[in-house]
């Protein structure tokens, strides 16, 4: 533990980051929406029909995360951690939502689509982006960026993050393992309830029942000897994941990527090696930019199919330069924006005397027995 109390990165689960972020953008490109797939092989895989399930799973791994750098014997500093946060999430989000309005413009006044004050073009919808609201309802309005509705969701896990940990019992894992029934069962009634699964009830209501179920997983993870446990827990968590899939049960999908995420806090898990593997772990690094900016990319192909037929006519020719787009665009922008406009944010926020947590140094801390590099690795 460092000195401001956080605990350090885990980096299988940094790794699972970038499966999550790539099973969104999955989800994305595969599956037909109103005009069909935005790559069509002619062929539907289930597995990418529930990519948006990996907001979910970042939704619990977040809670998980957060819990286990800030809750974890210590008061909160909560001007400290509001203030990581928005370091955190607001520099590419708000270059991003900047990419966003330009696409938005070019359509209305130089492609005239006139597409500003229909669907979640409008400029009420662009205010909340801007201040990180628009998904604070059951039924939101995505916004101009569409994929920072969950971003938007998460800040609100952040402005009530003491609540959340205040309601997740600290010292009888029992209980904190009996409550884990009390967001299974909002997830269900939400499925039931709703005629596409989990794919379009409101951001709340995802969020909520799932963050407060990774701060639950801390809560029953801190202190377990994981020697006691089974090393194959997390390929069992990938049946459980494959079986929601199969069965189109989201809300067992969602009890599979919890499950998941508790087996890869431990390093003595089979799958953990998979996803500590380093080149996965930067994956998992860039994967808030990752997820962030993948219309752009999209966009872009979008654009380059209609000038070029051979490129239009080969969906293999055009997922390989949409991943290797998508893969570059990432990079740069953790390296050119996320990175710096963190720094600067945090500068900004100590001249005003708060003080977030320092994120990456070489030192090693123990975690229940594991042993952990410092660092963040929170879920964006």
């Not at 809670?63 to 800030?70: C, K, P, Q, S």
């Not at 995802?206 to 639950?216: D, H, K, N, S």
């Not at 977030?356 to 123990?366: G, Q």
């Amino acid at each position: 533990m460092n000195q401001d109390g956080n605990v350090g990165q885990i980096d299988q689960l940094t790794g699972l980051r970038a499966f999550l972020a790539l099973w969104v953008v999955t989800r994305h490109l595969f599956h037909p929406f109103e005009n069909g797939a935005f790559i069509d092989f002619g062929t539907r895989f289930a597995l990418f029909d529930k990519g948006y399930l990996g907001v979910d799973g970042f939704f619990i791994l977040s809670g998980f995360i957060l819990a286990y750098n800030y809750a974890n014997g210590r008061p909160i500093d909560y001007r400290a951690f509001i203030g990581a946060r928005f370091a955190r999430v607001y520099p590419v989000h708000f270059v991003t939502l900047l990419g966003a309005i330009a696409l938005v413009f070019m359509k209305q006044f130089v492609l005239h689509k006139h597409i500003i004050g229909t669907e979640q073009n409008t400029y009420p919808a662009l205010a909340a982006n801007v201040v990180l609201l628009n998904a604070w309802s059951f039924k939101f309005v995505t916004g101009w960026n569409d994929v920072a509705w969950s971003v938007s969701a998460e800040w609100f896990a952040y402005v009530f993050f003491p609540l959340f940990v205040a309601l997740a019992p600290a010292r009888n894992r029992l209980l904190a393992g009996v409550l884990l029934i009390v967001p299974a069962g909002a997830l269900a009634i939400l499925e039931w309830r709703s005629a596409n699964a989990l794919s379009l009830p409101g951001g709340l209501a995802r969020l909520i029942p799932e963050f407060y179920a990774g701060v639950l997983l801390f809560r029953l993870r801190r202190g377990w000897q994981f020697a006691t446990l089974p090393r194959v827990l997390g390929l069992a968590a990938v049946g459980i994941i494959a079986l929601g899939i199969v069965v189109q049960r989201d809300t067992l999908t969602v009890i599979g990527l919890g499950f998941l995420i508790f087996a890869l806090s431990s390093d003595a898990d089979l799958v953990a090696p998979l996803m500590a593997f380093r080149p996965v772990v930067y994956l998992g690094e860039i994967s808030y930019c990752l997820y962030m900016v993948q219309r752009f990319p999209m966009e872009g192909l979008s654009l380059a199919r209609k000038a070029s037929a051979a490129l239009a006519a080969s969906p293999s020719i055009q997922l390989v330069a949409l991943l290797a787009t998508l893969f570059l665009v990432s990079h740069w922008t953790h390296r050119f924006i996320e990175l710096p406009g963190r720094m600067w944010l945090r500068r900004r926020l100590a001249a005003q005397h708060v003080q977030p947590p320092a994120e990456a140094s070489h030192t090693s801390s123990s975690v229940g027995g594991v042993v952990r590099k410092q660092g963040e690795g929170a879920a964006g």
